[in-house]
C-alpha cells in the first residue's frame, strides 16, 4: 500500500500563496493518479487537482488559473502550489493516490490532511 505524509499548510492572508507538498511511499510502482481534496467545515469533501501518471491535469472550477497540481518523480513528491487564495479556500487540505469517493466512501489511500486557513 501506499503511505503519505503532508506538509505546507498555515495561515496567510488572502491574496498571499501557499505551496502543500505531499511524499509517497510504499508501493508507489501502483498509482496511477494523485489528487488533493479539500473538506471545508459543514461541508463535503471536495476535489481540488488531480494529475494523471501520464501527466494530465485537472482542476475545480472555483480554483482554475489560482492552483497548479505538479510532481516530482524523483522525490516522490506532488505539489500543491495555490496563490491568490481567497478566504473560501480555508479547509483542510487531503492528498490522495488513486483516490474515489463514492456515496461518501473513501478508498484509495489518503494522506492525514493539512489546514489551510485564509484570512481577510
Known amino acids: 500500500q501506499v503511505q503519505l505524509v503532508e506538509s505546507g499548510g498555515g495561515l496567510v492572508q488572502a491574496g498571499g500563496s501557499l505551496r502543500l507538498s505531499c511524499v509517497a511511499s510504499g508501493s508507489i510502482f501502483s498509482i496511477s493518479a494523485m489528487g488533493w481534496y479539500r473538506q471545508a467545515p459543514g461541508k463535503q469533501r471536495e476535489l481540488v487537482a488531480l494529475?494523471?501518471?501520464?501527466?494530465?491535469?485537472n482542476y475545480a472550477d472555483s480554483v482554475k488559473g489560482r492552483f497548479t497540481i505538479s510532481r516530482d518523480n524523483a522525490k516522490n513528491t506532488v505539489y500543491l502550489q495555490m496563490n491568490s487564495l481567497k478566504p473560501e479556500d480555508t479547509a483542510v487540505y487531503y492528498c490522495?493516490?488513486?483516490?474515489?469517493?463514492?456515496?461518501?466512501?473513501?478508498?484509495?489511500?489518503w494522506g492525514q490532511g493539512t489546514q489551510v486557513t485564509v484570512s481577510s
Open positions: 490522495a493516490a488513486d483516490p474515489r469517493v463514492v456515496g461518501g466512501v473513501y478508498s484509495g489511500s
Open positions: 494529475i494523471t501518471s501520464g501527466g494530465s491535469t
